[in-house]
């Protein structure tokens, strides 16, 4: 089992920076890829960033690629999420997620989710 919790969530002007962090529990973390998602209201829950379990491969969406960097320290069991350039449309909760499936970016193939950590981004 494994359990997640994200923090570094909050309000941001348009073009500020934002990091986030998702802490771990757990023997098996480095044998999980972990995914950043976020899902805005009234929206369906979207794939933002993937990085392998080793951390040597990432994998990001369109809207974000250039703007977002996702790492990960095994040592400390945390997965990071830097924004940077944020937009109005960034605004959404973020989750961050574990998965057996490698490099993947649907809902459906992660076993573990966290809370979600609220980014709200203003114009």
């Known amino acids: 089992q494994v359990q997640l919790v994200e923090s570094g969530g909050g309000l941001v002007q348009a073009g500020g920076s934002l990091r986030l962090s998702c802490a771990a529990s757990?023997?098996?973390?480095?044998?999980?890829?972990m995914g950043w998602f976020r899902q805005a209201p009234g929206k369906e829950r979207e794939f933002v960033a993937v990085?392998?379990?080793?951390?040597?491969?990432?994998y990001y969406a369109d809207s974000v690629k250039g703007r977002f960097t996702i790492s990960r320290d095994n040592a400390k069991n945390t997965v990071y999420l830097q924004m940077n350039n944020l937009k109005p449309e960034d605004t959404a909760v973020y989750y961050c997620?574990?998965?057996?499936?490698?490099?993947?970016?649907?809902?459906?193939?992660?076993?573990?989710w966290g809370q979600g950590t609220q980014v709200t981004v203003s114009s």
């Open positions: 997620a574990g998965s057996r499936a490698g490099l993947v970016g649907k809902v459906e193939w992660y076993d573990y």
């Open positions: 757990g023997r098996t973390f480095s044998s999980y890829a």
């Open positions: 990085i392998s379990g080793s951390g040597s491969s990432t």
